[in-house]
DNA sequence: TGCAAGAGCGCC
DNA sequence: AGGGCGCTCTTGCA
């Protein structure tokens, strides 16, 4: 395959590189170079995605593959299978340096002080003799290349934006909060709920977001409340705990997702936030901006297609469970999986007696309970699922003794002290707080391995995915065609052209079981999905909405 | 005055 | 004695 790599050169210039042959390019050129190149397929090296892909998406230019540097510098420089020292040599403690650069930055394509002239070429070679190298090479060749498509995926839908109707999200504000208030003021109905908070609690000047000053008012009204969480006061008997608790939630829609939220990153219909892949160090994305990944169910109904389109809506059922399934070789679980619902299929297959204990003892193998209902149903199913819970088990384990895990397609988790760094002033740490923390490493370690090949299996999902979309549209205009739109962990949204909702819809399913066979060859591991054709986001999910519009 | 940490809530 | 994130507010300290 063409393998293409490109650097920035001083005086707005690019180096492009290409087996033995290079040349320069103003950068000005570099779109319709791209363009037309596009036709041999090539795979394009760069630094970061995020540096290079925005403005050949605006000048209208689709790239099909990349290999993104920064992302697999870090990936191969903590892969277990991997001999780091191959990834040492010119300039590549930068490359050890460098974080994610942030996509509203001025300083995209000039050269400053921060973007050195990095020659992407010698890293890329780096990069390919350690994987060549490895034990694990093809594996973390597919890997990279996940990795890769998954910044391209992100780009786009930075670039795409989740469409949105600020006044269907506005008439919702007003409808739960009150009419937009002046900055630093209390909407009206948040103000008269902490007045009616101060009146049952008899406290006139409670704040009720200060957590002291709350306490002290439940106290004084006799109520044992040690701390001012939701589940907590909700074990709570008095006439002011439901104000309060109404409060808390409208608050919270107010501060993180109001007028202020809309004001910064809804523009021209758009809801644009800025993903990062990798951005966790299970290898799942993070974002920064607009808390993108934790988009409360409570304003998407203002997520809505534009006139004409639909939002095809398609998440994973039980994920990690499945996931957990195939990269263990489970054939019991595996069993047990077949079908639509991964837990009911435990119950069907007599491992426990209901779909809760299923579910309970599941997250409790994958998160590390110890006690509890949760806890408890471990051992039994531990007998049932040898495999699978073993896995789990010994990844916790080995965390215990200190030791790194990896996913199945080889990213490394951080070592035990990595993210502990004690101040030298303090005094070291007695035996009870190092068993501790070496138990907390262990349950992060069990987590990391499934949460981690989840990430992946998603990555593979997602790659192949935005490929089928790009065939489904065939030769239209970028925006004219269907497109992912969001992506949160194991749920994706594409904005389609109603007419082709249906295809779409099939084309998920397909890459979702493609992404199994790329993980999981040998062995069948269902992965159902749950597909919503609606109108608005809100409406996925609910039995009828997929026939609806 | 500004920053870091903690609490709490949202998502998976 | 349950994993990963981001965001906003308050508090405590410099």
């Not at 996940?146 to 409808?175: C, F, I, K, N, Q």
């Not at 709350?214 to 009204?221: V, Y």
């Not at 019991?332 to 077949?338: D, E, F, G, V």
């Not at 299923?358 to 409790?364: F, P, Q, R």
């Amino acid at each position: 395959m063409t393998r293409v790599s490109l650097s920035r050169l001083p005086g707005d210039r690019v180096l492009v590189v290409e087996g033995d042959g290079q040349r320069e390019l103003p950068m000005t050129d570099l779109a319709s170079y791209v363009g037309e190149r596009e036709a041999d397929e090539p795979r394009w090296v760069w630094d970061d995605t995020v540096r290079w892909y925005p403005s050949l998406l605006a000048a209208g230019v689709r790239v099909q593959r990349c290999h993104d540097l920064r992302l697999g510098h870090q990936l191969l420089r903590r892969a277990p299978a991997v001999d780091a020292q191959l990834l040492v040599g010119d300039q590549s403690t930068h490359w050890d340096r460098l974080g994610p650069s942030v996509p509203s930055d001025p300083a995209l394509f000039s050269i400053d002080d921060t973007a050195e002239h990095l020659r992407t070429d010698l890293e890329d070679a780096r990069q390919l003799a350690a994987v060549a190298a490895s034990s694990d090479a093809p594996k973390l060749g597919l890997l990279l290349a996940a990795e890769s498509a998954g910044a391209l995926v992100a780009v786009e839908m930075t670039y795409a934006g989740l469409p949105w109707r600020t006044d269907v999200h506005e008439r919702l504000l007003t409808d739960l909060l009150g009419p937009r208030p002046p900055r630093g003021a209390r909407p009206q109905k948040l103000e008269a709920l902490v007045a009616e908070v101060r009146g049952a609690f008899d406290a006139p000047g409670l704040n009720p977001d200060s957590r002291p000053d709350l306490l002290a008012a439940l106290r004084r009204a006799g109520l044992e409340a040690t701390d001012t969480r939701k589940s907590s006061l909700r074990a709570l008997k008095h006439p002011g705990i439901a104000p309060l608790l109404r409060y808390k939630q409208l608050a919270h829609l107010f501060q993180t997702n109001g007028w202020a939220w809309t004001d910064e990153w809804v523009k021209g219909d758009r809801f644009r936030p800025a993903y990062q892949p990798a951005g966790s160090t299970t290898g799942r994305w993070s974002s920064n901006g607009g808390g993108a990944l934790s988009f409360p169910a409570i304003v998407r109904p203002a997520a809505v297609a534009d006139d004409g389109w639909m939002l095809v809506v398609a998440d994973v059922a039980q994920l990690e469970p499945r996931v957990l399934a195939g990269m263990s070789g489970d054939r019991a679980l595996a069993r047990s999986a077949r079908g639509a619902d991964l837990y009911q299929g435990m119950v069907d297959d007599g491992a426990v007696a209901s779909r809760t204990d299923a579910k309970l003892g599941l997250l409790g193998a994958m998160y590390g309970a110890t006690s509890g209902e949760s806890g408890r149903m471990v051992p039994g199913l531990t007998r049932r699922y040898p495999d699978a819970f073993g896995l789990v088990e010994e990844a916790a384990r080995a965390g215990e003794r200190g030791q790194v895990v990896r996913t199945l397609l080889g990213r490394g988790s951080p070592a035990l002290g990595e993210a502990w760094e004690r101040d030298p002033d303090d005094p070291p740490p007695d035996a009870d707080s190092q068993a501790r923390y070496r138990r907390a490493y262990g349950r992060f370690t069990r987590n990391f391995v499934v949460q981690g090949t989840g990430a992946e299996w998603a990555l593979c999902w997602i790659a192949d995915l935005r490929n089928r979309l790009w065939r489904l549209g065939d030769s239209g205009p970028l925006d004219a065609r269907p497109h992912l739109v969001f992506f949160l962990h194991d749920e994706v949204v594409i904005h389609t052209p109603a007419a082709l909702a249906d295809l779409v819809a099939a084309e998920a399913a397909e890459a979702a079981a493609t992404a199994a066979g790329l993980l999981f060859r040998d062995l069948t591991i269902d992965f159902p999905l749950n597909i919503s054709t609606v109108r608005s986001y809100a409406d996925a999910g609910k039995p009828g909405a997929a026939i609806e519009a």
